[in-house]
Nanobody
Framework: QLQLVESGGGLVQPGESLRLSCAASGVTLENYDIGWFRRAPGKEREGVSCVSSTDGTTYYRESVKGRFTISRDNAKNTVYLQMSSLTPEDTGDYYC??????????????????WGQGTQVTVSS
């Protein structure tokens, strides 16, 4: 059974960086589409980035393009979200999620079925 565990969150100042990790157990993560989501205080959850398992295609929401990078380390069965130039608007609980890919469905529109418990990111001076 697939289980996901996020780590790497914390309190940073604006302009600083963090790297979030999403470690999997139970299955080989490279066979799954992986998404990163976040929920800011008082706001709805939103998709941040995802990576396809079939062709490695990545997606980023507009507000993080050029600042965030999603990547896989298959040897460690882990997906990372490297976040740089962080702003207070990036504050929130970050979650990774996995889904077995469906043909024709990009990772940005997938219905993710397995979720981690989340890791908190706070960007504040």
């Amino acid at each position: 059974q697939l289980q996901l565990v996020e780590s790497g969150g914390g309190l940073v100042q604006p302009g600083e960086s963090l790297r979030l990790s999403c470690a999997a157990s139970g299955v080989t993560l490279e066979n799954y589409d992986i998404g990163w989501f976040r929920r800011a205080p008082g706001k709805e959850r939103e998709g941040v980035s995802c990576v396809s398992s079939t062709d490695g295609t990545t997606y980023y929401r507009e507000s993080v393009k050029g600042r965030f990078t999603i990547s896989r380390d298959n040897a460690k069965n882990t997906v990372y979200l490297q976040m740089s130039s962080l702003t207070p608007e990036d504050t929130g609980d970050y979650y990774c999620a996995a889904v077995f890919p469906e043909i024709g469905t990009p990772c940005s529109r997938a219905d993710y079925s397995t979720w981690g418990q989340g890791t908190q990111v706070t960007v504040s001076s």
